[in-house]
């Protein structure tokens, strides 16, 4: 049996003790079933793993487990973003969480390597999802939709280092925001910085600010200041480091590793230090270098026009254009922002936290062409929620100021001070879900009275409901409330109205 020759030699004794039991009743002499073998085989091999004398149970890097208080948490940030994206017109949808790997690469520039590769199953070499645009332009290709305005909220998988302690994940959820579609240039961009606007600051995270540039004018930028148009793409990298290191470092990385010319660099540093309003815009239409380059005259004529929109949509004050701002990623061909936080709320003696930008977007109106047998394009653009560092901030926040979480939504707890009482709590809770109130009662058939309070009042149910013989003679219920341990007795067949009357009024 080829099975048998996967044990370890250890395994050997655990799986002669299996099979020296009696045979099962549909066995005949010495002959085992298939079933009563394979049962042996597994049993010492699981015997053997934990025998394993350095095993320790631990979870990937860059992964972590969600307790019931952090999705307590998790939810209410998640239902905050989704019912913005609906406020403003969005349809949800989904896609597989791992695609073709042809559909991914060539699609992030020098963070292609960093997808998760999986092995081949079936004759298909497939890769984990990187983010949820590049798999939203496949869909779009694939069902030859022209216009659509989605929402998408799921798991992506990046092969970078984490680090956990600023909000950085491996496995991370990421919120997505598009417009696909033909429309007037800069208004369906606008309504994404609205978006964006509308969700930081529901989630009273402090002050932000969402820095703006058009990937036409990074790339007009460029040419302007020397930069061949074979490097773009590798220049524009190292520009989007800049959040994380010191220009100098940048100048290091695009001379030293990327082959560019010092004086070159040095004309990009003059520009990556500017940043302003729409005055900022007005100036560039000025420059000498700008001026003379027509890709970056379109992206200033449309970040012009964008900011009279802002201006209308009331968050002008809020949107930095910042020439520093470069998004990696290759798709983007126009505009393109990036939300940070000013200033993250903080107690006394407690370190500010560091987190990076809290959301990003841009427009990318080649991506579905890309995946089109004709190159047909569609027009899109968007913007991503970094639900794991916006979660980061908010858990560090609660830490600090000791806020504790209900886990539960039980509005009802069932109880009893009695002994065999069992089927009258079960009738009771029965008819307490069937009105749509969320109850609990204890798995005992005889609980103490003492224990069932101590219950709801560590799990913060705000109401119990009484039954003993005394209500049950009479044909009442005692009503309590937990927080001020006051009691009332009604009528049995008036108990859901009054919970509901006292729910709807808390």
Known sequence: MPLLGLLPRRAWAALLSQLLRPPCASCTGAVRCQSQV?????????????????????????????????????????????????????????TPAFELKETLTEKYGEDSGLMYDLKDQGGELLSLRYDLTVPFARYLAMNKVKKMKRYHVGK??????????????????????????????????????????????????????????????????????????SKFRAICSSIDKLDKMAWKDVRHEMVAKKGLAPEVADRIGDYVQCHGGVSLVEQMFQDPRLSQNKQALEGLEDLKLLFEYLTLFGIAEKISFDLSLARGLDYYTGVIYEAVLLQTPT????????????????????????????????????????????????????????????????????????????????????????????????????????????????????????????????????????ASREEVAIKRENLVAEIQKRLSES
């Open 156 to 229: 992506v998988w990046r092969r970078e280092s984490p680090s956990i302690v600023q909000g950085r994940y491996r496995e991370f959820c990421q919120c997505d925001f598009d417009i696909a579609g033909q429309f007037d240039p800069m208004i369906p961009d606008a309504e994404c910085l609205k978006i964006m606007c509308e969700i930081l600051s529901g989630l009273q995270l402090g002050d932000f600010l969402i820095k703006v540039n058009d990937r036409r004018i990074v790339d007009g930028m460029f040419a302007a200041c020397g930069v061949p148009e």
């Open 38 to 94: 394979a049962e042996a085989v597994l049993t010492s091999q699981l015997k053997a793993h934990q025998e394993k004398p350095n095993f320790i149970i631990k979870i990937p890097k860059g992964t972590r487990d969600l307790s019931p208080q952090h999705m307590v948490v998790r939810e209410k940030i998640l239902d905050l973003v989704i019912s913005c994206f609906k406020r403003h017109g969005a349809k949800g949808m989904d």
């Open 347 to 482: 107690q006394a003696g407690e370190e500010p936290l560091n987190v990076g930008s809290v959301a990003a977007g841009g427009r990318y109106d080649g991506l579905v062409g890309m995946f089109d047998p004709k190159g047909h394009k569609v027009p899109c653009v968007g913007l991503s929620i970094g639900v794991e560092r916006i979660f980061y901030i908010v858990e560090q926040r609660m830490k600090t100021k000791g806020e504790k979480v209900r886990t539960t939504e039980t509005q009802v707890f069932v109880a009893t001070p009695q002994k065999n009482f069992l089927q009258e709590r079960l009738k009771l809770i029965t008819e307490l879900w069937d009105a749509g109130i969320k109850a609990e009662m204890l798995y005992k058939n005889n609980p103490k009275l003492l224990t069932q309070l101590h219950y709801c009042e560590s799990t913060g149910i705000p109401l119990v409901v009484i039954i003993g013989e005394q209500e049950l003679k009479e044909g009442i219920i005692k009503i309590r409330s937990v």
